[in-house]
């Protein structure tokens, strides 16, 4: 998918979004309730709802496999960055994966700190390795290997990048076509929320990203890099073993806190029915 596709099916998903997608069918463990340490926040500004806690984060939905995230200092970062900004001012820090030219950009706009590319991109590099701080977020990857256009396999081609502010770790899972090994289980160490691809069939198929899920045992799951509610219901069927809790919002912007995060696994579509 171009840029230019992209942004038409973005539009489309913004607008699902905004007029209010209809219970999700999938799950008999709908939520309809308020979620301890999960907010739902606005758009204008993207503001802290509430406490002090240096453990917490905005979490926007931007459209694809890119979720913008926000610090209580005022760090902004957008995960699988396409040259396609979030909302309002330009990321500190972006993170990219190059399966395809939806999940990276070679025209970073000026301005962005940090530009971390999730494969190895320079002559004689085997891995990307990075491992940053910016006030109160830190990322760092932990390569995969991804397949290439001939069906071969690029070693480490992917990243899993981590974003930890204060003590809530958030992990994107990138572009992954692997199961993880327990290497790759221990650098990852606690992930209380893990952005997942679910449309399993360009990333891992779906009965192994369930299978990821259960390794990593995050809190919070928020799927992306889906394409129509088929490919959600049948993510939530699943992973239904697991006896997930099911939250569709109607807006893409949410407030989680390590300390009051959920005490079962929960699976927030902030990114709507048509993920985009």
Same mark, same amino acid.
């Given at each position: 998918?171009?840029?230019?596709?992209?942004?038409?099916?973005?539009?489309?998903?913004?607008?699902?979004?905004?007029?209010? !997608?209809?219970?999700?069918?999938?799950?008999?463990?709908?939520?309809?309730?308020?979620?301890?340490?999960?907010?739902?926040?606005?758009?204008?500004?993207?503001p802290?709802?509430?406490?002090?806690?240096?453990?917490?984060?905005?979490?926007?939905?931007?459209?694809?496999?890119?979720y913008?995230i926000?610090?209580?200092?005022?760090?902004?970062?957008?995960?699988?960055?396409?040259?396609?900004?979030?909302?309002?001012?330009?990321?500190?820090i972006?993170?990219?994966?190059n399966?395809?030219?939806?999940?990276?950009?070679?025209?970073?706009?000026? &301005?962005?700190?940090?530009?971390?590319?999730?494969?190895?991109?320079?002559?004689?590099?085997?891995?990307?390795?990075?491992?940053v701080?910016?006030?109160?977020?830190?990322?760092?990857?932990?390569?995969?290997?991804a397949?290439d256009?001939?069906?071969?396999?690029?070693?480490? &081609?992917?990243s899993?990048?981590?974003?930890?502010?204060?003590?809530?770790?958030?992990?994107h899972?990138?572009?992954l076509? /692997?199961?993880?090994?327990?290497?790759?289980?221990?650098a990852?160490?606690?992930?209380?929320?893990?952005?997942?691809?679910?449309?399993g069939?360009?990333?891992? &198929?779906? !009965?192994?990203?369930?299978?990821?899920?259960? /390794?990593?045992? !995050?809190?919070?799951?928020?799927?992306?890099?889906?394409?129509?509610?088929?490919?959600?219901?049948?993510?939530? &069927?699943?992973?239904?073993?697991?006896?997930?809790?099911?939250?569709?919002p109607?807006?893409?912007?949410?407030?989680?806190?390590?300390?009051e995060? !959920?005490?079962?696994?929960?699976?927030?579509?902030?990114?709507?029915?048509?993920?985009?």
């Amino acid at each position: 998918m171009n840029l230019r596709a992209f942004s038409a099916v973005l539009i489309a998903a913004a607008v699902a979004l905004l007029t209010g !997608p209809a219970l999700a069918r999938c799950s008999k463990n709908l939520v309809e309730g308020p979620i301890p340490g999960i907010r739902f926040a606005s758009l204008d500004g993207v503001p802290f709802a509430s406490g002090d806690s240096p453990n917490r984060a905005t979490i926007t939905f931007v459209g694809h496999a890119s979720y913008q995230i926000d610090t209580p200092q005022g760090v902004r970062a957008i995960t699988d960055y396409n040259g396609i900004n979030g909302f309002g001012r330009h990321p500190d820090i972006v993170t990219m994966n190059n399966a395809h030219d939806t999940h990276y950009t070679d025209q970073p706009e000026e &301005g962005v700190t940090y530009i971390l590319r999730g494969w190895p991109d320079k002559v004689g590099e085997s891995e990307a390795k990075h491992d940053v701080t910016l006030k109160d977020m830190r990322v760092w990857n932990v390569p995969t290997n991804a397949r290439d256009w001939n069906g071969g396999v690029r070693i480490n &081609g992917n990243s899993i990048f981590i974003f930890a502010i204060g003590d809530l770790c958030i992990a994107h899972l990138g572009h992954l076509h /692997q199961r993880l090994t327990r290497d790759h289980l221990d650098a990852l160490g606690r992930i209380d929320v893990l952005m997942a691809p679910i449309d399993g069939a360009y990333t891992l &198929g779906v !009965p192994l990203m369930a299978e990821v899920i259960r /390794q990593i045992d !995050p809190k919070v799951v928020l799927p992306m890099h889906h394409w129509g509610r088929s490919q959600l219901d049948r993510f939530m &069927g699943l992973i239904a073993p697991l006896e997930p809790a099911f939250v569709m919002p109607d807006r893409r912007t949410i407030e989680i806190s390590k300390e009051e995060l !959920p005490e079962k696994l929960t699976v927030i579509a902030v990114a709507g029915e048509g993920g985009g």
